[in-house]
């Protein structure tokens, strides 16, 4: 009888024990995975600012030029 106690106490005591490292290693993994999501979301910020400032300088430039071409026109006309 206390060998059937002792075979089911180990067999508890074994179980809780896998089931905590179970636990901790997807913590871990999911911990893992989240820095992951982070990274990839801080890339994906960065280069939509940096498209948007290209797209605002983009706009500047092409502003400029028409008006340049604009103020050439009106001299041309001028003349």
Excluded: C, P
């Excluded at 910020?45 to 706009?59: M, P």
Aim: glycine fraction near 6%; charge should be positive.
């Amino acid at each position: 009888m206390t060998l059937f106690l002792t075979a089911l106490a180990s067999v508890v005591v074994g179980l809780a024990i896998g089931v905590l490292v179970m636990r901790g290693v997807s913590k871990a993994g999911l911990n893992k995975d989240q820095q992951k999501a982070e990274q990839i979301l801080k890339n994906a910020e960065n280069q939509a600012e940096a498209r948007i400032k290209q797209a605002v300088l983009d706009g500047k430039t092409q502003a400029h030029d028409l008006k340049v071409e604009a103020e050439k026109e009106i001299k041309e006309r001028r003349q």
